[in-house]
């Protein structure tokens, strides 16, 4: 599972299973972002929602952190680095990281780029971010982006539907 090539193309291999349990996880976070992981071990895929701690941080300091889970999500970073050192362990890897956009279109905005790449190259190399699109509570669209060395960003990148 995971990046596939087809001729000059890549994909992102997605199990249905997974695709529609994230989007049952979108749906039930909107009207706010959802923010989780795709682990893989073999062909297996495991998704793993985590909390967005954005509502948080926002009511701690709303003036350096103005955005709420409306607008914005973040990993606890003790249950980010708690449930990668789990699954390491159980021999998975982390295949992907998901969110969603609620009322707007599944695109990899410039704040996802800067979390992603916040110095310019990827922190987590490898690694897929799969955006969904949440309309009036209803998952609408899923895009996925890759680093693309040659563009120095992300990109798009197919995704390929598998059962």
């Known amino acids: 599972m995971g990046t596939a090539r087809t001729g000059q193309e890549r994909s992102f291999r997605l199990t249905r299973a997974a695709r529609d349990a994230m989007a049952a996880h979108v749906e039930v976070e909107h009207p706010d972002e959802a923010c989780g992981f795709v682990f893989s071990k073999g062909s297996e895929l495991e998704v793993w929602p985590m909390e967005n701690i954005q509502d948080r941080r926002h009511r701690e300091d709303p003036i350096a952190d103005w955005r709420t889970a409306r607008l914005a999500y973040e990993f606890d970073p003790k249950a980010f680095q708690r449930v990668l050192l789990e699954?390491?362990?159980?021999?998975?890897?982390?295949?992907?990281?998901?969110?969603?956009?609620?009322?707007?279109?599944?695109?990899?905005?410039?704040?996802?780029?800067?979390?992603?790449?916040?110095?310019?190259?990827?922190?987590?190399?490898?690694?897929?971010?799969?955006?969904?699109?949440?309309?009036?509570?209803?998952?609408?669209?899923?895009?996925?982006?890759?680093?693309?060395?040659?563009?120095?960003?992300?990109?798009?990148?197919?995704?390929?539907?598998?059962?």
Do not use: N
């Open 87 to 163: 699954k390491e362990r159980a021999g998975q890897t982390l295949r992907a990281i998901y969110h969603s956009h609620p009322d707007h279109d599944a695109y990899f905005s410039e704040t996802d780029s800067a979390a992603a790449a916040p110095l310019g190259e990827p922190s987590l190399p490898g690694v897929v971010y799969l955006v969904f699109s949440v309309r009036g509570g209803k998952a609408v669209d899923t895009k996925a982006f890759d680093w693309s060395q040659a563009a120095g960003k992300y990109v798009e990148m197919p995704i390929e539907l598998i059962t």
